[in-house]
């Protein structure tokens, strides 16, 4: 059997469109806008409320949304995180674009790749949860409020992929 071939990307003024529709009808419908950080740390607080119940209700971060009685996942942003997981995987699956790969350049080994991005992953976490948010809920939700910190914040965040993309294009190339 041959392989399907994979559909044509849709349009980023098309998607944009839609992303910023939704991130309306977001606002509108909850009084909040998107981001992942605040769903995944509920799912991290259900997680480790079954393995050491106790550590939860002795830590802040996960005693404000699991202490006591509390269950971290009858939240939506629990859902919007799962959702957005489930979605973009039927979407790509769909588009015959769902395939176990790791992608890199040719100057770069395997683990070496996974090791970036391991490091990389670990620190964008870390700097959420310093942050006290993600660049998802900074970029969309906070710029859409025309708030001037999430408007630095990307700006900042364009200027550090610019000043690294030149040193670091070797790896790709």
């Not at 529709?21 to 806008?33: D, R, W």
């Not at 489930?86 to 790509?92: C, I, K, M, Y």
Request: aromatic share 10%.
């Amino acid at each position: 059997m041959k392989p399907q071939a994979a559909s044509p990307y849709v349009n980023p003024y098309i998607a944009g469109l839609a992303l910023g529709v939704l991130l309306f009808v977001a606002f509108f419908l909850t009084g909040h806008g998107l981001g992942a950080s605040g769903g995944l740390q509920r799912i991290e607080a259900a997680a480790i409320k079954v393995v050491a119940p106790d550590h939860v209700d002795r830590t802040s971060q996960y005693a404000a949304v699991a202490g006591g009685t509390r269950n971290p996942l009858d939240h939506w942003l629990v859902w919007s995180v799962i959702g957005v997981a489930l979605g973009g995987f039927v979407s790509g699956w769909r588009a015959g674009r769902a395939k176990v790969e790791i992608q890199k350049g040719p100057h770069i080994s395997r683990p070496a790749r996974l090791v970036f991005a391991f490091l990389g992953g670990s620190l964008v976490g870390f700097a959420a949860r310093m942050a006290r948010g993600c660049t998802s809920g900074q970029a969309l939700s906070g710029g859409s409020v025309l708030s001037v910190g999430s408007w630095i914040f990307m700006m900042c965040v364009f200027a550090g992929a610019y000043a690294l993309a030149f040193p670091l294009q070797r790896l790709w190339r």
